[in-house]
């Protein structure tokens, strides 16, 4: 497989060609990735207009990440709306598309918004608790649980637990 670390570009989103990109990315990534987690039906009827109206909606402290002019990954950062660690920043989403995955677009993502978030000591993130493919990534990078636990309702319940880094850490330097 041909190695294309170089050929991605992360860069703040600024087009509504990249928001509607990320609209593609939420709702494909959801469907590829929470399939056995998040209830079937409720995955079934996510649309692309509805991921990217809320792209739309919301375009502050987007990232997107780019393998031409193809917007294969996106993630969402800022500070805490957790109302327990006011003092932290938030990586609010972050989703590759599943042909992109093992191909290092996830922990650039990762990198640049962590980076984004410097003022802060403490960084966290949600993930869905069954998704184990994000907490290891989360793990990898230097997130360990912190306790916090949330139950949501997408079609059936699901609980979302938080993972948090202290900036004293670091990230790794590859995963």
């Given at each position: 497989m041909k190695d294309i670390?170089?050929?991605?570009?992360?860069?703040p989103a600024e087009t509504d060609e990249e928001l509607c990109g990320r609209g593609y990315v939420h709702c494909t990534a959801w469907?590829?990735?929470?399939?056995?987690?998040?209830?079937?039906?409720?995955?079934?009827?996510?649309?692309?207009?509805?991921?990217?109206?809320?792209?739309?909606?919301?375009?502050?402290?987007?990232?997107?990440?780019?393998?031409?002019?193809?917007?294969?990954?996106?993630?969402?950062?800022g500070p805490s709306r957790d109302e327990d660690l006011p003092d932290a920043g938030e990586v609010e989403a972050i989703?590759?598309?599943?042909?992109?995955?093992?191909?290092?677009?996830?922990?650039?993502?990762?990198?640049?918004?962590?980076?984004?978030?410097?003022?802060?000591?403490?960084?966290?993130?949600?993930?869905?608790?069954?998704?184990?493919?994000?907490i290891r990534f989360y793990h990898r990078y230097g997130f360990e649980f912190d306790g916090g636990k949330k139950e949501w309702t997408l079609g059936t319940p699901v609980s979302i637990v938080r993972m948090v880094m202290k900036r004293e850490q670091g990230p790794v330097s590859a995963l």
């Open positions: 670390t170089d050929s991605i570009c992360i860069k469907q590829e990735a929470y399939r056995g987690i998040v209830y079937d039906r409720y995955l079934d009827t996510m649309t692309v207009e509805a991921t990217t109206a809320r792209a739309r909606r919301f375009p502050e402290n987007t990232l997107v990440a780019k393998d031409g002019e193809k917007v294969v990954g996106f993630a969402v950062y989703y590759v598309l599943k042909e992109y995955y093992n191909r290092k677009v996830g922990y650039r993502l990762m990198n640049e918004a962590v980076s984004r978030l410097s003022e802060y000591k403490t960084i966290f993130v949600w993930v869905f608790e069954k998704n184990e493919r994000a």
